[in-house]
């Protein structure tokens, strides 16, 4: 692939780095890129109450949906590379505009998102391939819906098609369940993205988050991650945006690995070529762990949170370069990230009533944090008037901790969790209890 190098933002200029989003995801991606001495600022739009603590960052006030008041302030900051965290303005198409203005990006165009933004368009796709994934029937109607669901023999999961903020899948435990929830999304529960719904015969099996920094057309993986979906502890309870992850999951050796990069990882960008898609960002797997083997659940065009806030602190200072490789085309698809050995683990402390509805605006008291390989990422906060820190979402912070093993590093996220205190904070003790050897009741 060729490398414009009259281009303005030629090769290797790192200094102004400009990240899109808000949340604990951008914020420990904006932490692992200032970690390299070549960046000099990081921008983020808007991130949130915790992106000014962290090191050479500063928030910029601006709508990106105001295209020419976007372009105008990146041109005026010389702003180097850009890295778009979330869904919604990679299905928008803001990394397509972003190229289009001569920007280097790091997030797939509207094509590539349509991994994640159309989960119909997604298994079709996987079927192209021959990625193993579960069974699956994409249904326009209600009436189609009542058909396959009162005549299948399989249990069955039922999805919104489009984006849903993680809310659009149900796991009925009955067929007359599975008709409800069918129901609730054809009778617009969320509106457009439940124009269509997709069946899916309902898999079994331990889940793993992978990641693929992707150029186009080679890759380099990220260490592996497990999160915990759901709210309560022994993992039950409602589906969640995460309440926590580790990395690695030991459960992926490398045998293991190598079988889903044959089986997954590669036909996934094959695919991608073969439809014209340039994607150019981080493909997320969503892995199950079947006794048939690994299944695709899901893909999606951005980075896990809080699978995010867990990985990032395992990067050593060259992971900006990755990011800008992969924009630019040019990764050789051998480059080593350092680890230092360490694995790590995240706690999510969220409001209480969370994944459903929940208040915010509570003060937030942080004691004596022992911060030696301890992040506190802040996944939904703001500041009062008199520059208080005030609860701000239903994910509230990420505390996450490095160490030589888990139990050590769950030791010591429980320990600070201990020193942090708001109104309503709740939070999962058995975070990682796949791989400690201590029990949560050790604390
Ligand atoms: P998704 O948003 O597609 O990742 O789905 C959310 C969660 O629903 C996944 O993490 C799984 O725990 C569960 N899930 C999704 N699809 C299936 C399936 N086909 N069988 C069993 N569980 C599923
Ligand atoms: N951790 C799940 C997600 O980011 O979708």
Redesign the pocket.
Known sequence: MSINLKNSKSFNRLEKILIIGNGGRENSLAWAIQKNELVKKVYLIPGNAGSARINKCERIKIDINNKNELVEKLHCLNIDLIVIGPEIPLANGLADFLRKKDFKVFGPGKDGAKLEYS?SWAKEFMQDANIP??N?WKVNSLEEAKKIIYSSSL???V?ADGL?S?K??F?PDSKDECFIAAESIFNGKFGESGNVIVL?????GP?VSVFALCDGERYILLPTAQ?H??LYEKDKGP?TGGMGAYSPAPILTDDYLDKIIKEIIEPTIDELNKKNIDYKGVIYF?L?ITESGP?V??Y?CRFGDPECQTIMPLMDQNFVCLLEKCSMGNLTGVEKIDTFDKVSGCVIATSKGYPHEYKTGFPIKIGKIDSSDCQIFDSGTSLSNDGELLTDGGRVLSIVCQDKDFDMVFEKAYKNLKEINFDGIYFRNDIGHQVRRKSSKEN
């Open positions: 989960k994934t579960a699956f249990p069955l999961v999805k849903a993680g659009g899948v796991i899916e015969e309902k898999i079994q889940e999160d979906k759901r589906n969503g199950m299944k659940i899901e999606n």
